[in-house]
């Protein structure tokens, strides 16, 4: 049930600028938390104001 | 403005508008879509697994440095011999400040490097050469074993390919002779069981092999970097491979790539410090004065409650 | 009435006054809970039935399984993959709650449980990261080992000691988080929803 279909078994890719130094595989994951925070912002959320009720006395 | 809508203590139970919602459905649905997205990631990318270096692989993939640290043992040289609390009282260990918190924790876990690593394996090795030499360093002063294996030692250091050295003069003692003998040891795989099985013959604490194979010189770490592991690369979030490692950690490793951190000899115990005073700040958020007003400041909040505010406009 | 009650009385009411079922299990919610940041405190708790769930096949067929058997190093991957899940949800969760000063109107204790929450989950995947059994798991020993060392805890908590540090995170730690989590999410339902920051003040 081991498909590797896509092998990470190799030394990994680097991107350095100055002290900072983040792999590519962390450097997707910081993106995909940025990258969701954003979107979870923006994307319109769906209202359905017939499910609305007024407040409960 | 209808009063509902109108500004609300945040501590009452709120009155205003409402939406039906299904948690229990929310719930079921997070688990069946995080489940099938974890399974996913799984099946599609693996996980990493680099096996165990071992005692055995250290010594026949790295000889000269196997030999030289077992010296570095036997001559007090080692990271091991020289650290201090839980292990021994060989040094003050790390301070912050006035306050040595390493070396108030005591000896804990006493580890004698020469002994434990290198002497009391050998009680097993029946080669007379062996035999006499651990009779002969057991019956010499320590003043005489340090001479002896600090002899060793340096004419190593000047010679980094040999495993051993001719001794004409007798100026290294029994010493060539002993760690000759534990490489021996070593290459049968025998010293990994003898070291880890010192209190059980059925081990799971393995501080003992662990400690050896750290002081290495080369071996080790030289893994350990060719796979940007090392606390300078920002090994703490990185993983073997070219998986994602953990990148939560990011904050902890960064003070370790710069100054007053990166060259102080008590740069753990000052990075621990820097990052429990920043986690009590974030733990205490609610109540620091600027900080908690910051999400006023910065508005991101109107664009998450964009719908609501709108609403009350309207 | 008896004025000496017992304490399975006392208990039973002052749990069934602090919560009430409608708070503990609404189907409505306020308006106001109309974003999608809102999901990710379920994704995370989604991420942690998932560990739950592929943690306690590893430990059912013991840590050095997942280095001979392929179905082992499939669970390994499962219990990895939500490792990452967990805490890429966890941290958009922590994010979205400074942003909306989460801990007005009194929930300054469900952010210091979300907080804490969120170092005990670092502890346990360190720990779960030491009993990994290969190479890794070594050179994050001998090298967490300083940092522990440096403050004096290194001399109660061996890093390399893997069987300190196994049953700790699959027995403890699990315990303490997940009664944190359960902690921290009866707070919510019992203060609700943190409402909208209004201008003119956050409290």
Redesign the interface.
């Known amino acids: 049930m081991k498909f590797l279909a896509i092998d990470l078994n190799h030394p990994a890719h680097y991107l350095t600028v100055g002290p900072v130094s983040v792999s590519y595989g962390n450097l997707v994951m910081i993106a995909l938390v940025v990258a969701l925070f954003v979107v979870a912002l923006v994307l319109p959320f769906p209202s359905h104001s017939d499910d609305d009720e007024r407040s409960h006395k | 403005m209808s009063p ?1 809508l109108s ?18 459905k ?2 079921v649905i ?2 069946v ?3 099938l ?3 996913s ?13 071992t005692l055995k692989s250290w010594a026949i993939s790295d000889p000269a440095d196997f030999i030289g640290t077992a010296t570095g043992e036997l001559a007090g040289t080692t990271v091991s011999a020289g ?1 201090g ?2 292990y021994n009282t060989a040094a003050e ?2 301070v912050l400040g006035p306050l040595k ?2 070396k ?3 000896v ?2 006493p580890i004698n490097p020469a002994d434990d690593f290198v002497i009391a394996p050998l009680a097993i090795d029946n080669d007379p050469a062996v035999v006499s030499a651990i009779a002969a360093w057991k019956a010499a002063s320590v003043d005489q074993q340090g001479k002896w294996a600090n002899a060793y030692a340096d004419a190593l250091g000047k010679s980094p390919k040999a495993i051993t050295l001719p001794d004409p003069t007798g100026v290294f003692g029994p010493v060539p002779a002993i760690a000759t003998g534990l490489y021996g040891l070593a290459r049968t795989g025998a010293l990994d069981g003898l070291l880890a099985a010192g209190d059980t013959p059925l081990p ?4 003992k092999p ?2 050896f ?2 002081d290495s010189g080369t071996y ?1 770490p030289d ?2 970097g ?4 090392q ?1 300078d ?18 904050l902890y490793s960064f003070w370790y ?2 100054d007053p951190f990166k060259s102080s000899g ?1 740069a ?2 000052l ?3 820097t990052m429990t005073v920043l ?1 009590l700040a ?6 620091l004065p600027i900080l ?2 910051v ?2 400041w ?4 109107r ?3 964009r ?3 709108r ?1 009350k406009e309207e | 009435m008896s004025s000496k009650k017992m304490w399975t009385t006392r208990v039973r009411e002052s749990t069934l006054e602090r919560f009430e079922p409608k708070d503990l299990l609404p189907d409505v919610q306020p308006a106001y809970v109309a974003s999608w940041i809102y999901i990710f405190g379920v994704a995370t708790i989604a991420a942690f039935v998932m560990l739950v769930a592929s943690g306690l096949v590893l430990t059912f067929e013991g840590p050095a399984w997942w280095h001979t058997s392929s179905i082992g190093h499939f669970y390994n991957s499962i219990h990895l993959w939500s490792v990452e899940l967990f805490f890429v949800f966890m941290v958009v969760h922590l994010w979205g709650k400074f942003w909306m000063a989460a801990w007005r109107g009194r929930r300054w204790m469900t952010w210091i449980t979300g907080v804490i929450s969120f170092f005990a989950s670092i502890v346990t995947g360190f720990t779960g990261y030491l009993i990994q059994t290969n190479f890794d798991s070594q050179w994050i020993a001998t090298q967490a080992k300083d940092s522990f060392n440096s403050v004096g805890i290194g001399a109660y908590f061996n890093a390399l000691n893997t069987g300190q540090a196994m049953l700790i995170h699959v027995s403890l730690l699990p315990l303490v988080l997940g009664g944190l989590v359960v902690w921290h999410v009866i707070l919510v339902r019992r203060k609700g929803v943190v409402p909208p920051i209004e201008a003119g003040g956050s409290e």
């Open positions: 509902q500004k609300h203590d945040p501590a009452k139970k709120w009155s205003g508008p409402t939406r039906k919602y299904d948690l229990i929310e719930f997070a688990i879509v995080v489940g997205l974890a399974i990631l799984a099946a599609l990318f693996s996980s990493p697994d680099e096996p165990a270096l650290y609390a839980p260990g790390q918190l390493q108030w924790a005591g804990r876990i799971t604490n393995f501080t662990l400690l194979l750290a080790f893994y350990a060719a796979r940007h592991l606390g690369q920002w090994g703490v979030m990185n993983e073997t491979g070219s998986y994602p490692g953990q990148s939560w950690l990011w790539q710069i008590n753990d115990v990075v621990m410090a986690s974030l733990l205490f958020m609610p109540f908690r007003r999400p006023e910065i508005p991101i909040h664009i998450i409650w719908s609501w505010y609403r």
